[in-house]
DNA sequence: GCGATACTACGAATTGTTTCGTAGGTGTCA
DNA sequence: TGACACCTACGAAACAATTCGTAGTATCGC
């Protein structure tokens, strides 16, 4: 009965699911090989961070076959939005505007990025 | 010597630093008494979490009077806009939009904060 | 079948974070 | 002056995160 939700990951966990978000199911071996196109690490390294975050709920595992099939729990969008989440009540009193002016500050953004966005207010602004 | 940015703070060193930008410089007792108004936390602990801050380089301290005077080294946009950055590369592969779209998402923003944020739009297209 | 290879499990070292008790010094005031 | 309150420094405990070596077991190629 492991009913609570998982916890927030952290960097080096968020750097595995991003791995597995881009690879879809995978076995120690392939998150391996691709976490090391960025950072070396060793084999068990990334095999111990699987079988903890297996244990937190992170991730899912199927052991059917001998090479173990890791996959994420939540999708990347959930876990965005539990990660924004966090920093708009820590770092912003959960203020989404302010957050948003610091992310289009500290970024620039391409016109077709800017626009996108633009729909999404009037979106927002119709529904209220 | 010491030349280093300070480090990203962490959750509970936010705390504090939030603490500090509301109060200005303050001393232990200061941040002690406005911290556990949210969290009961001992007056030690306090103290140990900005000696570790000040080496850190997070806080200054002024040690001119008996009762040590701390502030925050960055300003609360500085540490802002940095936790931001990190979010951005960590989790959204660098995309600032697709940050601002689960950001506005996951928090309902007032009218007049949309509005604001469309501003904001309107002078970053001048610009570019 | 046997040696090489691949895989998981486990334990341990290291490092960082957070919490708080205790000690020692300084000031206050009756 | 002596009791008391207040302040900082320090060390240690408890916990979590990260890394990796070693051991044990299964599989494959010959």
Same mark, same amino acid.
């Given at each position: 009965?492991?009913?609570?939700? *998982?916890?927030? *990951?952290?960097?080096?966990?968020?750097?595995?699911?991003?791995?597995?978000? #881009?690879?879809?199911p995978?076995? /120690?071996?392939? /998150?391996h090989?691709?976490f090391?196109?960025?950072?070396?690490?060793? &084999?068990?390294?990334v095999?111990k961070m699987?079988?903890?975050?297996?244990?937190?709920?992170? +991730?899912? #595992?199927d052991?059917s076959?001998?090479?173990? /099939? &890791?996959? *994420? +729990?939540l999708?990347?969008?959930? /876990?965005?939005?539990q990660?924004?989440?966090? @920093?708009?009540? #820590?770092?912003?009193?959960?203020?989404?505007?302010?957050l948003?002016?610091q992310?289009?500050?500290?970024?620039?953004?391409? *016109?077709?990025?800017?626009?996108?966005?633009r729909r @999404?207010?009037?979106?927002?602004?119709?529904e209220?």
């Amino acid at each position: 009965m492991k009913k609570s939700p *998982p916890p927030k *990951p952290t960097d080096t966990e968020l750097a595995i699911l991003r791995v597995l978000w #881009r690879l879809g199911p995978a076995t /120690v071996r392939a /998150v391996h090989a691709e976490f090391n196109r960025v950072q070396e690490t060793g &084999y068990t390294t990334v095999l111990k961070m699987l079988q903890i975050m297996t244990e937190k709920g992170l +991730v899912r #595992r199927d052991e059917s076959e001998r090479s173990h /099939v &890791y996959q *994420p +729990v939540l999708s990347e969008q959930h /876990v965005q939005r539990q990660l924004v989440g966090h @920093l708009l009540d #820590r770092a912003f009193g959960g203020s989404a505007q302010k957050l948003v002016m610091q992310a289009l500050a500290s970024k620039k953004s391409s *016109p077709r990025e800017l626009a996108e966005i633009r729909r @999404l207010l009037d979106k927002l602004e119709k529904e209220a």
